[in-house]
């Protein structure tokens, strides 16, 4: 009796490693289908936490195809938690920004969860319908064919053909227009990063378009602008008032990598503050997102300081 016993538990022991093993592998995949789905590191996480619960009482070895049977499994959970996000956003207090990935300059790990998809490609993936993004995210970014999605959403081949044609126009019209190199972007985060810390409006004005738009995102939560800012003088003048409008000795700004890019980081008493991104054109910095919602603030680690001088310092 012992024995059959043992043996049982041996075979369940085996069956979960195996399906676990299984999930691990598939499981960046998995987070950057949830996480375009839903612009939220936090709600992927939990979708990934429901896709393994669910994982676990299959019978893995009759799963002919395991990525296709959990980027299903992940894409009709992202869809159903998209409904309640849905009717959030419609009461969202100030623009809504994605939840940023943050890592320090040149890391991996976090490109690797996200595959590098930028903050201003999420933005564009929000104004999709859930179905259109589901599409989008399964056959533009991973590669599913067309036959296999329709099977994952119920939906015929041909209906999903054209949701994905609709979806690919939408997104072509407003992805941004020129992607400016790593380097140009890391200099003219430096840059700008220095003008704001040393509080030189002047070199500010230089570095931004004169139609550039900021963004801001604080979710009723935190001090931010509740519609964009558009205009060089308004938008350096509110930047400058975000990083003065309680002199603090203990505020500091980080470069970090955001999405695979470079962006900046604003920590208050060594906590997470604010995050920004800057996007650029021939003309210079066109658009910067600032995301302040402390909900989004949750899960970015504050950088270790470099050894030898810091890579930010207080204002005064």
């Not at 490109?111 to 993004?133: D, G, I, K, N, W």
């Not at 044609?165 to 992607?179: D, F, G, K, L």
Request: hydrophobic share 45%; aromatic share 6%; proline share 7%.
């Amino acid at each position: 009796m012992t024995d059959a016993s043992d043996a049982t538990t041996a075979t369940t022991t085996t069956a979960t490693d195996e399906a676990l093993l299984l999930f691990q592998q598939h499981r960046p995949v998995l987070f950057g289908i949830a996480y375009r789905m839903l612009g939220s590191a936090a709600d992927a996480e939990d979708i990934l936490q429901d896709a393994w619960l669910s994982w676990s009482r299959v019978d893995t070895a009759g799963v002919a195809e395991p990525r296709a049977y959990l980027a299903r499994t992940v894409t009709n959970l992202s869809l159903n938690r998209l409904k309640s996000a849905t009717v959030q956003r419609e009461s969202y207090v100030g623009p809504w920004l994605p939840e940023p990935l943050v890592t320090g300059p040149d890391a991996s790990g976090g490109v690797e969860r996200a595959e590098a998809v930028s903050m201003a490609m999420l933005v564009v993936l929000e104004s999709l319908s859930p179905l259109e993004r589901a599409v989008f995210v399964l056959k533009e970014v991973f590669g599913f064919p067309y036959a296999e999605i329709a099977g994952m959403l119920d939906r015929t081949e041909v209906s999903v053909r054209q949701v994905g044609t609709r979806a690919r126009s939408h997104v072509q019209a407003r992805r941004p227009r020129y992607e400016a190199p790593a380097e140009v972007r890391r200099r003219a985060t430096d840059e700008f990063l220095a003008a704001c810390m040393g509080g030189d409006l002047n070199r500010m004005m230089e570095l931004l378009a004169p139609d550039v738009t900021v963004w801001s995102d604080g979710g009723g939560k935190i001090r931010a602008a509740l519609r964009p800012i558009v205009g060089a003088d308004k938008a350096a003048r509110w930047i400058l008032g975000v990083l003065t409008v309680r002199p603090r000795p203990d505020l500091a700004v980080h470069p970090v990598d955001v999405n695979g890019q470079p962006g900046l980081l604003l920590t208050s008493a060594g906590v997470a503050d604010s995050v920004f991104v800057l996007e650029l054109d021939e003309t210079g910095i066109t658009g910067i997102q600032v995301v302040r919602n402390p909900d989004k603030m949750r899960n970015v680690s504050v950088p270790k300081p470099p050894e030898g001088p810091a890579a930010g310092s207080g204002t005064s």
